[in-house]
Nanobody, 127 residues
Framework: QVQLVESGGGLVQAGGSLRLSCAAS????????MGWFRQAPGKEREFVAG????????YTADSVKGRFTVSRDNAKNTVYLQMISLKPEDTAVYYC????????????????????WGQGTQVTVSS
């Protein structure tokens, strides 16, 4: 069982930055691929970024490429999402998710591939 707790959300003006954190329980964090998803009101949950268990591979959605960066610190059992140049359309609840990795370089991108989910953190970008 893995428990995930997100933090770092909030209200920011367009063009601003935020860094989300997701702290995970357990002693085998490095064996889990981690993902960030978001869900805006009335829309489906969408993949934002993911990182393999060892951190050697990342994948970022085209909609945020160049603005969002995913990273992890396995010593701290934490995954991060650094967000810059935020836009009003980035407004959503952001969730982190975990899945026991098939390989050290595997980065799942579909929500159905993830097993554990955090409760979400709200990000609101004002224009």
């Amino acid at each position: 069982q893995v428990q995930l707790v997100e933090s770092g959300g909030g209200l920011v003006q367009a063009g601003g930055s935020l860094r989300l954190s997701c702290a995970a329980s357990g002693r085998t964090f490095s064996t889990y691929a981690m993902g960030w998803f978001r869900q805006a009101p009335g829309k489906e949950r969408e993949f934002v970024a993911g990182i393999s268990g060892g951190g050697g591979r990342t994948y970022t959605a085209d909609s945020v490429k160049g603005r969002f960066t995913v990273s992890r610190d396995n010593a701290k059992n934490t995954v991060y999402l650094q967000m810059i140049s935020l836009k009003p359309e980035d407004t959503a609840v952001y969730y982190c998710a975990a899945r026991l990795g098939i390989s050290t370089l595997w980065v799942p991108v579909a929500s159905r591939e993830y097993t554990y989910w955090g409760q979400g953190t709200q990000v609101t970008v004002s224009s």
